[in-house]
Every structure is written in C-alpha cells, then in structure tokens.
C-alpha cells in the first residue's frame, strides 16, 4: 500500500489545463484496481492518491502516465505502508 503526496511546481492556471486529462489517468487506474482514493489538498496545492501497486517500481511506472508528471507540473513523494489496522469494510486493502 502507498500513499502519494503530489505537490505542484507551478501556478493553478497550468495545472489546470491538464485536469480533465489528469481526471481520465485516475479513472484508468481505478478501473484496474490500483488507485483506492484521491483527492485535492487543502489548500490546493497537489493532491494525495491511496495506491497498490506489487511495488515502488511498479507505482512509478503507474505515476509515469500522469499529465501532472509527463509535463512537469508537480513532485511526487511516495510512502510504502502495510495496513495493520483499519476500519470495517476496508479489509480488502491488504
């Protein structure tokens, strides 16, 4: 399990050129199972996406096909963790 931190490196008007394609990355990664939940930080300064992947390898290839990062618009901070304790009905993040 991950947690990824995305901070952007530019003003709000170009990030948000890239958004409706950034939106149609998250939903391809939905789909396949690998993104849990995503959202805005507040303020709105990047984003936090709750991820799977087999490995670090593997999410940074994910990562890799986001607008944000192929036109250089945030930094990404990634942080493995394994689920110990969790509410119910989220057992199925392990």
Request: aromatic letters at 12%; glycine letters at 6%; a negative charge.
């Amino acid at each position: 399990m991950f947690v990824v931190s995305i901070t952007y490196k530019v003003d709000l008007s170009e990030v948000d050129k890239y958004i409706s394609e950034h939106v149609e990355f998250l939903d391809k990664f939905y789909e396949q199972g690998n993104f849990l939940a995503s959202g805005r930080k507040v303020p709105r300064i990047g984003g936090v996406i709750l991820a799977k992947a087999d490995n670090k390898e593997d999410l940074n290839a994910i990562l890799a096909e986001d607008p944000f990062y192929k036109n250089n618009l945030a930094e990404y901070e990634i942080t493995e963790f394994i689920p110990t304790k969790y509410a119910a009905g989220l057992d199925t993040l392990t």
